[in-house]
């Protein structure tokens, strides 16, 4: 197994950013488009593709944000590992320094 380097300011700036453009799709104002010709057979089509569309960004929008919120978690967590293996280090330094 290959050892990977984790720099968690990174994905800290990628979730960042991701959770930026979450919140850009969640924020739009859903609607429906304006039909210039009521009472066409097309108008009804429009207006129900507006309505998918809107609902297929806000489901992305919320996927996008799921991730983002995963990779901060994540970040987290390898700290926190880190943050334990050094000092399980430190204290095994210390008892072979102490013999």
Same mark, same amino acid.
């Given at each position: 197994?290959?050892?990977? #380097?984790?720099?968690?300011? =990174? /994905?800290?700036? $990628?979730?960042?950013?991701? %959770? @930026?453009? &979450?919140?850009? *799709? ?24 507006? #309505?998918?569309?809107?609902? =297929? /960004?806000?489901? $992305?929008?919320?996927?996008? %944000? @799921?991730? &983002?919120?995963? *990779?901060?978690?994540?970040?987290t967590a390898y700290e926190a590992t880190d943050d334990a293996a050094a000092a399980r280090f ?10």
């Open positions: 197994m290959e050892a990977i #380097d984790v720099t968690t300011p =990174a /994905l800290r700036a $990628c979730a960042d950013r991701l %959770a @930026a453009v &979450a919140r850009r *799709l969640l924020g739009m104002p859903p609607g429906r488009l304006p039909v210039t010709a009521p009472g066409w057979a097309v108008a009804t089509a429009v207006t129900d593709l507006a #309505d998918a569309a809107w609902s =297929a /960004l806000d489901r $992305c929008g919320t996927g996008v %944000a @799921a991730t &983002a919120s995963a *990779l901060s978690r994540a970040a430190r204290r095994l330094r210390g008892q072979v320094a102490a013999r």
